[in-house]
């Protein structure tokens, strides 16, 4: 069974730093894109970064040049670098991948439970 588990998120200082991690696991085949995304209360959910397997990334306009996102193909692992943080960071962060497991034919978008970032001014 393949569970996406994060962890790091915590209550921050504007202008602070974290870093989240997602640690997939289960019976892979193949692991390809990885992405962070948020929801703020009341909002819909919105990408933050995605990162492929050959490290080719993409950010949120409102993220650009404050979060870096990368991955560990050997730990199965994704990072988001959070850093000059806002109050309007502030959303349960959620790590998605999508990936090939040995008992399916094809690739599926799984979903870890989301992980709190609370940014306060």
């Known amino acids: 069974q393949v569970q996406l588990v994060e962890s790091g998120g915590a209550l921050v200082q504007a202008g602070g730093s974290l870093r989240l991690s997602c640690v997939v696991s289960?019976?892979?085949?193949?692991?390809?894109?990885m992405g962070w995304y948020r929801q703020a209360p009341g909002k819909q959910r919105e990408l933050v970064a995605t990162?492929?397997?050959?490290?080719?990334?993409n950010y949120a306009a409102s993220v650009k040049g404050r979060f870096t996102i990368s991955r560990d193909n050997a730990k199965k692992t994704v990072y988001l670098q959070m850093s000059a943080l806002k109050p309007d960071d502030t959303a349960v962060y959620y790590c998605n991948a999508d990936l090939r497991s040995f008992d399916l034919a094809r690739s599926y978008a799984y979903w870890g439970q989301g992980t709190q970032v609370t940014v306060s001014s």
């Open positions: 289960g019976n892979i085949f193949r692991l390809n894109a």
């Open positions: 990162i492929t397997n050959d490290d080719s990334t």
